[in-house]
Protein backbone atom coordinates (compact mmCIF):
# COMPACT_ATOMS: atom_id res chain seq x y z
CA UNK A 1 0.00 0.00 0.00
CA UNK A 2 0.95 3.80 -0.17
CA UNK A 3 2.37 5.25 2.69
CA UNK A 4 3.52 9.11 3.80
CA UNK A 5 7.40 8.66 3.69
CA UNK A 6 7.37 5.39 1.97
CA UNK A 7 11.03 6.72 0.91
CA UNK A 8 11.98 7.50 4.53
CA UNK A 9 13.87 4.11 4.83
CA UNK A 10 15.27 3.78 1.57
CA UNK A 11 15.85 7.11 0.52
CA UNK A 12 15.61 9.49 3.03
CA UNK A 13 16.50 12.57 0.56
CA UNK A 14 13.81 11.83 -1.70
CA UNK A 15 10.95 14.42 -1.08
CA UNK A 16 13.76 17.36 -0.48
CA UNK A 17 15.78 16.58 -3.80
CA UNK A 18 12.35 16.27 -6.01
CA UNK A 19 11.63 19.80 -3.90
CA UNK A 20 14.59 21.72 -4.35
CA UNK A 21 15.33 20.06 -8.49
CA UNK A 22 11.67 21.53 -9.15
CA UNK A 23 12.32 24.71 -6.79
CA UNK A 24 15.24 25.44 -8.97
CA UNK A 25 14.06 24.25 -12.44
CA UNK A 26 11.26 27.20 -11.94
CA UNK A 27 13.91 29.79 -11.10
CA UNK A 28 15.90 29.27 -15.10
CA UNK A 29 11.99 28.77 -16.63
CA UNK A 30 9.12 29.52 -14.21
CA UNK A 31 6.59 28.32 -16.61
CA UNK A 32 7.96 24.65 -15.95
CA UNK A 33 5.43 24.95 -12.90
CA UNK A 34 2.31 24.85 -14.66
CA UNK A 35 3.56 22.21 -16.78
CA UNK A 36 4.52 20.03 -13.82
CA UNK A 37 0.70 20.31 -12.68
CA UNK A 38 -0.78 19.46 -15.94
CA UNK A 39 0.84 16.57 -16.68
CA UNK A 40 -0.32 14.62 -13.28
CA UNK A 41 -3.94 15.24 -14.69
CA UNK A 42 -2.73 13.49 -17.71
CA UNK A 43 -0.83 10.51 -15.87
CA UNK A 44 -3.30 10.30 -13.67
CA UNK A 45 -6.61 9.78 -16.25
CA UNK A 46 -4.73 7.69 -18.51
CA UNK A 47 -4.33 4.05 -16.93
CA UNK A 48 -4.25 5.67 -13.34
CA UNK A 49 -0.90 7.51 -12.03
CA UNK A 50 1.50 5.04 -12.79
CA UNK A 51 3.58 7.54 -15.31
CA UNK A 52 2.49 6.24 -18.57
CA UNK A 53 2.31 9.73 -19.88
CA UNK A 54 6.51 9.93 -19.74
CA UNK A 55 7.00 7.18 -21.29
CA UNK A 56 8.62 7.82 -25.51
CA UNK A 57 8.34 6.17 -28.55
CA UNK A 58 6.05 5.16 -31.14
CA UNK A 59 2.23 4.59 -30.50
CA UNK A 60 3.09 6.07 -26.51
CA UNK A 61 0.81 7.95 -24.70
CA UNK A 62 3.47 11.20 -25.66
CA UNK A 63 3.14 10.51 -29.08
CA UNK A 64 -0.56 10.99 -29.28
CA UNK A 65 -2.29 14.85 -30.88
CA UNK A 66 -3.53 14.96 -27.54
CA UNK A 67 -0.70 15.11 -25.49
CA UNK A 68 1.17 17.38 -27.81
CA UNK A 69 1.22 20.38 -25.70
CA UNK A 70 2.76 18.65 -22.85
CA UNK A 71 5.71 19.80 -21.08
CA UNK A 72 7.34 19.79 -17.60
CA UNK A 73 9.43 15.98 -18.76
CA UNK A 74 12.99 17.28 -18.96
CA UNK A 75 12.51 18.09 -14.99
CA UNK A 76 11.04 14.71 -14.16
CA UNK A 77 14.04 13.24 -15.71
CA UNK A 78 16.37 15.24 -14.03
CA UNK A 79 14.91 14.36 -11.04
CA UNK A 80 15.40 10.37 -11.63
CA UNK A 81 18.71 10.92 -12.47
CA UNK A 82 19.32 12.92 -8.83
CA UNK A 83 18.11 10.21 -7.31
CA UNK A 84 19.42 7.16 -9.55
CA UNK A 85 22.81 9.08 -8.16
CA UNK A 86 21.62 8.78 -4.51
CA UNK A 87 19.35 5.74 -4.49
CA UNK A 88 19.41 3.15 -7.44
CA UNK A 89 16.04 1.84 -8.42
CA UNK A 90 14.11 2.80 -5.23
CA UNK A 91 12.25 6.12 -6.75
CA UNK A 92 9.44 5.49 -9.02
CA UNK A 93 8.87 8.05 -11.90
CA UNK A 94 5.06 7.88 -10.94
CA UNK A 95 5.71 9.28 -7.52
CA UNK A 96 8.31 11.64 -8.77
CA UNK A 97 5.28 13.31 -10.90
CA UNK A 98 2.98 13.79 -8.31
CA UNK A 99 5.41 15.35 -5.44
CA UNK A 100 6.49 17.52 -8.57
CA UNK A 101 3.15 18.66 -9.05
CA UNK A 102 2.68 18.90 -5.53
CA UNK A 103 5.53 20.70 -4.89
CA UNK A 104 4.78 23.57 -8.64
CA UNK A 105 1.61 24.22 -6.65
CA UNK A 106 3.29 25.27 -3.17
CA UNK A 107 5.85 27.14 -4.93
CA UNK A 108 3.08 29.73 -7.04
CA UNK A 109 1.70 29.71 -3.04
CA UNK A 110 -1.18 27.67 -2.87
CA UNK A 111 -1.56 24.71 -0.37
CA UNK A 112 1.36 21.72 0.71
CA UNK A 113 -0.57 18.92 -0.11
CA UNK A 114 0.29 15.43 2.08
CA UNK A 115 1.32 13.02 -0.56
CA UNK A 116 1.20 8.96 0.53
CA UNK A 117 4.31 7.68 -1.85
CA UNK A 118 5.44 3.96 -3.26
CA UNK A 119 3.61 3.99 -6.45
CA UNK A 120 4.97 1.71 -8.68
CA UNK A 121 5.52 2.41 -12.70
CA UNK A 122 3.51 0.92 -15.50
CA UNK A 123 5.30 -0.59 -18.37
CA UNK A 124 2.17 -0.09 -20.60
CA UNK A 125 1.70 2.91 -22.58
CA UNK A 126 -0.72 3.58 -25.52
CA UNK A 127 -1.58 6.38 -27.85
CA UNK A 128 -5.59 4.87 -28.01
CA UNK A 129 -5.72 4.88 -24.44
CA UNK A 130 -5.43 8.97 -24.18
CA UNK A 131 -8.37 10.40 -26.13
CA UNK A 132 -10.95 8.46 -24.32
CA UNK A 133 -9.62 9.36 -20.87
CA UNK A 134 -8.67 13.05 -21.29
CA UNK A 135 -11.19 15.84 -20.88
CA UNK A 136 -11.18 18.10 -24.67
CA UNK A 137 -12.19 22.13 -24.39
CA UNK A 138 -15.97 21.03 -25.97
CA UNK A 139 -16.69 18.56 -23.61
CA UNK A 140 -20.33 19.12 -21.82
CA UNK A 141 -21.02 19.53 -18.17
CA UNK A 142 -22.29 16.06 -18.01
CA UNK A 143 -19.49 14.52 -20.00
CA UNK A 144 -16.61 15.81 -17.63
CA UNK A 145 -19.01 14.61 -14.70
CA UNK A 146 -18.94 10.98 -16.54
CA UNK A 147 -15.51 11.18 -16.93
CA UNK A 148 -14.60 12.08 -13.72
CA UNK A 149 -16.47 9.91 -12.07
CA UNK A 150 -15.10 6.74 -13.84
CA UNK A 151 -12.40 7.66 -12.14
CA UNK A 152 -13.76 7.62 -8.79
CA UNK A 153 -13.88 11.52 -8.62
CA UNK A 154 -17.23 13.55 -7.87
CA UNK A 155 -18.51 16.50 -9.11
CA UNK A 156 -16.88 18.61 -6.92
CA UNK A 157 -13.52 17.53 -7.44
CA UNK A 158 -14.28 18.21 -10.95
CA UNK A 159 -14.89 22.23 -9.87
CA UNK A 160 -12.09 22.16 -7.46
CA UNK A 161 -9.53 20.36 -9.91
CA UNK A 162 -10.18 22.69 -12.53
CA UNK A 163 -8.74 25.45 -10.11
CA UNK A 164 -5.43 24.35 -11.35
CA UNK A 165 -6.27 26.88 -14.28
CA UNK A 166 -5.55 29.12 -12.10
CA UNK A 167 -1.54 28.97 -13.03
CA UNK A 168 -0.27 28.36 -16.36
CA UNK A 169 -0.70 29.15 -19.59
CA UNK A 170 -2.67 27.80 -22.34
CA UNK A 171 -2.13 28.18 -26.57
CA UNK A 172 -4.65 29.55 -29.36
CA UNK A 173 -5.85 26.90 -30.79
CA UNK A 174 -7.46 25.65 -27.36
CA UNK A 175 -9.97 28.29 -27.51
CA UNK A 176 -10.06 30.50 -30.50
CA UNK A 177 -12.84 28.71 -31.80
CA UNK A 178 -14.83 30.68 -29.28
CA UNK A 179 -14.46 33.44 -31.59
CA UNK A 180 -13.24 34.57 -35.07
CA UNK A 181 -12.79 37.18 -37.22
CA UNK A 182 -14.95 38.29 -39.64
CA UNK A 183 -14.35 39.44 -43.42
CA UNK A 184 -14.14 42.61 -42.53
CA UNK A 185 -11.71 42.27 -39.89
CA UNK A 186 -13.69 42.61 -36.47
CA UNK A 187 -14.34 40.09 -33.68
CA UNK A 188 -17.24 37.83 -34.28
CA UNK A 189 -18.03 36.38 -30.21
CA UNK A 190 -19.35 32.58 -31.17
CA UNK A 191 -19.83 31.58 -27.45
CA UNK A 192 -21.79 34.15 -25.68
CA UNK A 193 -20.54 33.17 -22.61
CA UNK A 194 -17.09 35.28 -22.77
CA UNK A 195 -17.08 38.47 -21.62
CA UNK A 196 -16.66 40.72 -24.58
CA UNK A 197 -13.83 42.81 -23.70
CA UNK A 198 -11.77 39.51 -22.18
CA UNK A 199 -12.22 38.03 -25.46
CA UNK A 200 -11.36 41.33 -27.32
CA UNK A 201 -8.23 40.96 -25.10
CA UNK A 202 -7.72 37.36 -26.20
CA UNK A 203 -8.09 37.79 -29.80
CA UNK A 204 -5.37 40.55 -29.78
CA UNK A 205 -2.90 38.15 -27.92
CA UNK A 206 -4.22 35.28 -30.66
CA UNK A 207 -3.92 37.44 -34.02
CA UNK A 208 -4.37 35.86 -37.12
CA UNK A 209 -0.82 36.62 -37.84
CA UNK A 210 0.27 34.34 -35.19
CA UNK A 211 0.27 30.60 -35.15
CA UNK A 212 -2.00 29.71 -32.93
CA UNK A 213 -0.26 26.56 -31.69
CA UNK A 214 2.97 27.86 -30.65
CA UNK A 215 1.36 31.06 -29.22
CA UNK A 216 0.04 31.30 -25.52
CA UNK A 217 -2.04 33.20 -23.57
CA UNK A 218 -2.59 33.02 -19.86
CA UNK A 219 -4.91 30.73 -17.99
CA UNK A 220 -5.88 33.47 -15.29
CA UNK A 221 -5.60 36.51 -16.46
CA UNK A 222 -5.23 38.32 -13.22
CA UNK A 223 -2.59 36.14 -11.38
CA UNK A 224 -1.08 32.97 -13.52
CA UNK A 225 1.78 32.83 -11.16
CA UNK A 226 -0.49 32.99 -8.31
CA UNK A 227 -1.90 29.55 -6.95
CA UNK A 228 -5.04 31.13 -5.94
CA UNK A 229 -8.94 31.27 -5.55
CA UNK A 230 -8.67 33.74 -8.50
CA UNK A 231 -9.90 30.97 -11.11
CA UNK A 232 -13.63 31.43 -9.43
CA UNK A 233 -13.42 34.84 -9.62
CA UNK A 234 -12.38 34.63 -13.30
CA UNK A 235 -15.64 32.38 -13.64
CA UNK A 236 -18.18 34.80 -12.09
CA UNK A 237 -16.89 37.48 -14.37
CA UNK A 238 -17.32 35.22 -17.20
CA UNK A 239 -13.69 35.04 -18.00
CA UNK A 240 -13.09 31.42 -18.05
CA UNK A 241 -10.55 30.58 -21.02
CA UNK A 242 -11.83 27.27 -21.87
CA UNK A 243 -15.42 26.61 -22.65
CA UNK A 244 -15.35 23.67 -20.48
CA UNK A 245 -14.22 26.26 -17.62
CA UNK A 246 -17.43 28.68 -18.67
CA UNK A 247 -19.45 25.77 -18.76
CA UNK A 248 -19.00 25.04 -15.34
CA UNK A 249 -21.08 28.43 -14.72
CA UNK A 250 -23.75 27.02 -16.44
CA UNK A 251 -24.97 24.20 -14.38
CA UNK A 252 -26.72 24.60 -11.20
CA UNK A 253 -24.39 21.95 -9.48
CA UNK A 254 -21.02 23.18 -10.34
CA UNK A 255 -22.36 26.62 -10.28
CA UNK A 256 -23.04 26.16 -7.02
CA UNK A 257 -19.35 24.99 -6.22
CA UNK A 258 -17.83 27.75 -7.88
CA UNK A 259 -19.45 30.50 -6.31
CA UNK A 260 -18.24 28.99 -2.72
CA UNK A 261 -15.01 28.79 -3.87
CA UNK A 262 -14.43 31.90 -5.59
CA UNK A 263 -15.56 33.83 -2.23
CA UNK A 264 -13.50 31.71 0.32
CA UNK A 265 -9.68 30.50 -0.38
CA UNK A 266 -9.47 28.57 2.62
CA UNK A 267 -12.25 26.78 1.22
CA UNK A 268 -10.68 26.27 -2.11
CA UNK A 269 -7.11 25.37 -0.30
CA UNK A 270 -9.06 22.66 2.14
CA UNK A 271 -11.22 20.96 -1.06
CA UNK A 272 -7.50 21.14 -3.29
CA UNK A 273 -5.97 19.33 -0.86
CA UNK A 274 -8.95 16.47 -0.76
CA UNK A 275 -9.49 16.39 -4.15
CA UNK A 276 -5.69 16.36 -5.01
CA UNK A 277 -5.34 14.04 -2.82
CA UNK A 278 -7.55 11.46 -4.21
CA UNK A 279 -6.94 12.23 -8.09
CA UNK A 280 -3.35 11.12 -6.89
CA UNK A 281 -4.41 7.96 -6.10
CA UNK A 282 -6.22 6.76 -9.06
CA UNK A 283 -5.50 3.53 -10.14
CA UNK A 284 -2.27 3.32 -8.33
CA UNK A 285 0.07 0.33 -8.84
CA UNK A 286 1.79 -0.96 -5.33
CA UNK A 287 4.34 -4.16 -4.00
CA UNK A 288 5.33 -5.79 -6.53
CA UNK A 289 3.27 -4.62 -9.46
CA UNK A 290 5.00 -2.84 -12.39
CA UNK A 291 8.78 -1.77 -11.69
CA UNK A 292 10.69 1.22 -10.11
CA UNK A 293 11.92 2.48 -13.81
CA UNK A 294 15.77 3.12 -14.50
CA UNK A 295 14.57 6.08 -17.03
CA UNK A 296 11.42 7.83 -16.58
CA UNK A 297 10.89 8.03 -20.90
CA UNK A 298 11.60 4.31 -20.88
CA UNK A 299 10.34 1.20 -19.27
CA UNK A 300 13.28 -1.32 -17.97
C1 LIG B 1 -11.57 19.41 -16.52
C2 LIG B 1 -11.11 19.33 -17.73
C3 LIG B 1 -9.87 20.00 -18.21
C4 LIG B 1 -9.69 20.49 -19.45
C5 LIG B 1 -10.69 20.47 -20.61
C6 LIG B 1 -8.38 21.06 -19.52
C7 LIG B 1 -7.82 21.63 -20.65
C8 LIG B 1 -6.62 22.30 -20.69
C9 LIG B 1 -6.06 22.90 -21.87
C10 LIG B 1 -6.67 22.87 -23.25
C11 LIG B 1 -4.91 23.50 -21.49
C12 LIG B 1 -3.95 24.28 -22.40
C13 LIG B 1 -2.85 23.39 -22.90
C14 LIG B 1 -1.95 24.08 -23.86
O1 LIG B 1 -2.44 24.69 -24.81
O2 LIG B 1 -0.73 24.00 -23.69
C15 LIG B 1 -4.75 23.28 -20.09
C16 LIG B 1 -3.71 23.77 -19.34
C17 LIG B 1 -3.49 23.43 -18.04
N1 LIG B 1 -4.23 22.52 -17.30
FE1 LIG B 1 -6.02 21.80 -17.77
N2 LIG B 1 -7.77 20.92 -18.32
C18 LIG B 1 -8.63 20.27 -17.48
C19 LIG B 1 -8.37 19.88 -16.18
C20 LIG B 1 -7.17 20.06 -15.54
C21 LIG B 1 -6.80 19.46 -14.29
C22 LIG B 1 -7.66 18.48 -13.50
C23 LIG B 1 -5.57 19.92 -14.00
C24 LIG B 1 -4.68 19.59 -12.82
C25 LIG B 1 -5.14 19.37 -11.62
C26 LIG B 1 -5.17 20.84 -15.04
C27 LIG B 1 -4.03 21.58 -15.06
C28 LIG B 1 -3.65 22.43 -16.08
C29 LIG B 1 -2.52 23.33 -15.99
C30 LIG B 1 -1.66 23.57 -14.77
C31 LIG B 1 -2.41 23.95 -17.24
C32 LIG B 1 -1.35 24.96 -17.66
C33 LIG B 1 -0.24 24.21 -18.36
C34 LIG B 1 0.95 25.07 -18.70
O3 LIG B 1 1.14 26.11 -18.07
O4 LIG B 1 1.71 24.67 -19.59
N3 LIG B 1 -6.16 20.87 -15.98
N4 LIG B 1 -5.80 22.53 -19.62
CA1 LIG C 1 -0.89 6.99 -16.33
CA1 LIG D 1 -4.06 32.60 -10.14
Known sequence: DLSFNFYAGSCPGAELIVRNTVRSA????PSV?????????HDCF?????????????GTERSDPGNASLGGFAVIESIKNVLEIFCPGTVSCADILVLAARDAVEALGGPVVPIPTGRRDGTVSMAANVRPNIIDTDFTVDKMINIFSSKGLSIQDLVVLSGAHTIGAAHCN???????????GNLELIDSSLDNSYAQTLM???????DPTTTVVENDPETSSTFDNQYY?????????FQTDSVLME?????????????DQESFFERWTES?????????????EGEIRRSCSAVN
Open 33 to 41: LGKLLRLIF
Open 251 to 263: DDRTRKIVEILAN
Open 204 to 210: NKCSSSL
Open 233 to 241: KNLLAHKGL
Open 174 to 184: TFNSRFKLDPK
Open 46 to 58: VQGCDGSVLIRGN
Open 276 to 288: FMKMSVIGVRVGE
Open 26 to 29: SSSD
